[in-house]
Structure formats: structure tokens, C-alpha cells
């Protein structure tokens, strides 16, 4: 099993910058993918960013695609979601998310997920 915990969500100001980091524990090989995923008040979990997590190619949503920046630190085994100019509708609960293999936005293919993180982005 893994368990993924999510930290660093909080309300802040349209245009300001925020950091989520996950933290895994138990078992988490190096074939394992991360990402983030995102609910928004009435609507569908949506895939954010994700990254391989010995490396490799990087992959964003068009909607946060040169804002958001996914990074990870194995030796902490802890993945990282920086997050600059900020948005109203980036609004959401954010949802840490692992799987095997290779990464990927589809949301039913990964296995473990944390508790998620409120980020609320006022204007």
C-alpha cells in the first residue's frame, strides 16, 4: 500500500503563488508515476499536471500549462505542485495521485490517492 498526503493548500489573493506538496509513505517504487488532479464545487476531477517519478517528461493541462510547475524530490519521496498567477476558477480541491507505470491524465488509471487540499483563490 501507499499513502499520500497532501499539505500547503490555503486561500490566497488572484495572481499570487501557492506550493502543495505530497508526501508518500509505504512502499513506492520507481516505476511510479505522480500527479495532480483538481475537483472545482460541481464539477468532474480533472487532471492537472504529472510526472514520472525517477524522471522524464513532464505533462500539464492546457488550463495550467505555464503556471503550474510539478516537481518531486525521491529521496523524500515527496512530489511538489508550485503554482504562480493564480486564478479564481483554479479554485478547487487538490487530490495527489500515484500509479504504476508510465504517467498519465486519465484519472480511473491510478491507484493510490490522497485526502486532498483546499485552495481557494480570491479575487
Known amino acids: 500500500q501507499v499513502q499520500l498526503v497532501e499539505s500547503g493548500g490555503g486561500l490566497v489573493q488572484a495572481g499570487g503563488s501557492l506550493r502543495l506538496s505530497c508526501a508518500a509513505s509505504g512502499r513506492t517504487f520507481s516505476t511510479y508515476a505522480m500527479a495532480w488532479f483538481r475537483q472545482a464545487p460541481g464539477k468532474e476531477r480533472e487532471f492537472a499536471a504529472a510526472i514520472g517519478w525517477s524522471g522524464g517528461p513532464r505533462f500539464y493541462a492546457d488550463s495550467v500549462k505555464g503556471r503550474f510547475t510539478i516537481s518531486r524530490d525521491n529521496a523524500k519521496n515527496t512530489v511538489y505542485l508550485e503554482m504562480n498567477s493564480l486564478k479564481p476558477e483554479d479554485t478547487a480541491v487538490y487530490y495527489c495521485?500515484?500509479?504504476?507505470?508510465?504517467?498519465?491524465?486519465?484519472?480511473?488509471?491510478?491507484?493510490?490517492w490522497g485526502q486532498g487540499t483546499q485552495v481557494t483563490v480570491s479575487s
Open positions: 495521485a500515484a500509479k504504476v507505470g508510465q504517467l498519465s491524465p486519465t484519472k480511473i488509471l491510478y491507484n493510490y
